[in-house]
């Protein structure tokens, strides 16, 4: 009996095994399910994602094309702009050396048009009335007691004058 007792001692266990192996199958059987529902909302998430994803691509590619393509236009047009203003600057340059030789030209002008000022200024203050320097004016004599006439009243006795033999 003994041996008995003990095979059927060992007979409950193993079924008391048994049990606890089947409940943990059920248990991981059912975390399978919940997994493999969690598995299959996971993909569809994925799914949605992917697919917001290539929408996202497919807007954003275009819109990455005329970034690009503006992007060249922009640095185009800043090198162009470069370009310009240093050509700009080199035609300042240019006229402000012209600036300063227009300048020293202007006050050399001033020097010969005060010194001609002054001259005019000495020969006019003077003088004594000449007209110019080194001037020697020719004295013309009237007849004391005659009346000047016009020369359309007295036009015999000026084609006379000059007619006259010295």
Known sequence: MDE???LTSENWMLKDVCAEIKRDVKELEHENKTHKSEKVDLD???LVLLDDLNKVHETLNPKEAAFATDFAKLENE???????AESLLDENKKLLDKLKQVESDLAANRKWKRASHALNWLS???NQGRKG??????HTVYPRFTKY????ENIV??????NRTC
């Open 4 to 6: 008995c007792d003990a």
């Open 44 to 46: 569809m998430k994925h």
């Open 78 to 84: 800043s090198l162009e702009l470069k370009q310009k």
């Open 124 to 126: 006019n203050h003077h």
């Open 133 to 138: 320097l080194g001037f020697q004016p020719t």
């Open 149 to 152: 006439v016009g020369l359309p």
């Open 157 to 162: 006795f000026f084609s006379l004058w000059q």
